[in-house]
């Protein structure tokens, strides 16, 4: 018996897009799932933006205030996928209005923010989802089993590294990622925050770090119309970018294991090269997003007569069975949203957590709450 979940998207750029694919794939690849998701409606700011995705996405309403759809009794589940600076208002009014609610990382502009829409979320009892989704690839699953398992040894050190060249071009326009009030933080809470999550679901806690920061592009030109993702901008007045493109940063963990994370999004020559290499006294693994069906694996002791292997993760890993029927088919970006889709919908079912939850999203943003302050002080900070 399949019963209907009305959902609603708040904010219809990238991630809206993302998103609503997912709901609508759901069937497709969890046909035992007893909800289905119903796209009830769209809000998005940006004239004939909300109206154009229901017709193209099959919502059954669209409307430019966000406000609307707390009040809709037909929606169950929320997915807010608007800019930073409104992640804590909006998460906050659907919880309190009693709907589920994915949401996007960082979730708002602090671990404030974070806190604020977490404690709604358990205050009004609902499910809670963020979009931490690399730990949702199968293979990352995977590596964190290895680890788990001992198989390569006590951990020693890990480097997890962010780089991208979105924001490298000069004439990358100037949005509310580069904004302080409305970004927030910038590639702290643009890619670090995945970065931390890694860390933490690899690794477990962090216990103390430093990091340093930088801004490599000062300037950028004013956007002259609406804009969705990583838009170029053309003769705008230029003006201030106001958040960090670079941060380094070395980690100690509670179990003693030593970390450097390292993020950038104006990397010349980078393109998503996201991943991380674990260290252990037994053996190592590495994991690259732009091969992301792949570990490579190194275990044993003859240290420099060790092979290292390259493994296809296959139907046994993770959530990979419900995409693809055998390993190095691969799969996708939107592929791992799928998943996050089909978590945050099995919470509701089950009426337990399953998968990310605010308290994730917390961890995340106190840690980089920590750089920002060791960014400053030019300490170590201790969590
Ligand atoms: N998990 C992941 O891998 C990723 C996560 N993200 C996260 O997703 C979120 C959205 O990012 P992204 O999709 O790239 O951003 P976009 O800028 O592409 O889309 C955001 C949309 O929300 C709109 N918006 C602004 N204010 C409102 C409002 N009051 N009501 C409704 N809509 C509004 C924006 O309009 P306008 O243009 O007028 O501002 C824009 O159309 C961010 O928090 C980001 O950190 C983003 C990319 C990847
Ligand atoms: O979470 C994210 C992942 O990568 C994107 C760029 O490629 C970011 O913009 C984004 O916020």
Redesign the pocket.
């Known amino acids: 018996m399949v019963d209907a979940l009305g959902v609603a998207v708040?904010?219809?750029?990238?991630?809206?897009r993302?998103h609503t694919q997912a709901y609508a794939r759901l069937p497709h690849h969890y046909p035992r799932l007893p909800l289905r998701p119903r796209l009830i409606t769209v809000?998005?700011?940006?004239p004939g933006?909300a109206e154009e995705a229901a017709e193209r996405f099959g919502f059954a309403s669209a409307t430019?205030?966000?406000r609307e759809v707390a009040a809709d009794p037909r929606v169950r589940a929320v997915s807010v996928?608007?800019?930073?600076f409104?992640?804590r208002e909006?998460g906050v009014a659907m919880a309190e209005a009693g709907k589920h609610l994915w949401i996007?990382?960082?979730v708002g502009l602090t671990a404030g923010d974070a806190r604020a829409v977490a404690d709604a979320v358990a205050t009004a009892g609902v499910q809670g989802a963020v979009?931490?989704?690399?730990r949702n690839a199968p293979a990352v699953e995977s590596a964190r089993e290895l680890i788990a398992s001992g198989e390569i040894g006590t951990v020693t050190h890990v480097r997890i590294r962010l780089f991208s060249d979105y924001a490298a071009h000069p004439d990358g326009a100037l949005?509310?990622?580069y904004e302080r009030e409305r970004g927030g933080s910038g590639v702290l809470?643009?890619l670090a925050?995945?970065g931390a999550d890694l860390a933490r679901f690899l690794l477990g806690d962090i216990a103390a770090l430093t990091a340093d920061t930088a801004i490599f592009v000062p300037e950028r030109a004013r956007p002259s119309g609406?804009?969705?993702?990583?838009a170029l901008a053309s003769g705008g007045e230029p003006g201030p970018v106001e958040n960090e493109d670079y941060v380094s940063c070395l980690l100690r963990f509670a179990s003693g294991a030593r970390g450097v994370l390292e993020a950038c999004r104006a990397s010349v020559g980078e393109q998503n090269n996201y991943g991380f290499e674990v260290h252990g006294t037994r053996g190592a693994v590495s994991w690259d997003f732009r091969r992301m069906n792949e570990l490579r694996v190194s275990r044993g002791t003859t240290y420099q007569d060790q092979p290292v292997s390259t493994v296809y993760v296959g139907p046994g890993a993770g959530e990979f069975a419900a995409f693809q029927p055998g390993a190095a088919n691969a799969m996708g970006?939107d592929d791992l949203?799928v998943i996050e889709a089909y978590r945050f919908v099995r919470s509701i079912a089950e009426g337990t957590p399953y998968g990310t939850t605010l308290a994730d999203a917390v961890h995340s943003a106190t840690v980089l709450d920590a750089m920002a302050e060791s960014a400053e002080s030019g300490r170590w900070v201790s969590l």
Do not use: C, Q
């Open positions: 708040i904010g219809f750029g990238w991630m809206g993302v809000a998005e700011e940006v933006r430019r205030d966000w996928t608007a800019p930073n409104l992640h909006i996007e990382k960082p979009g931490f989704n690399y949005t509310w990622r809470g643009d925050s995945h609406a804009t969705a993702g990583h970006y949203k």
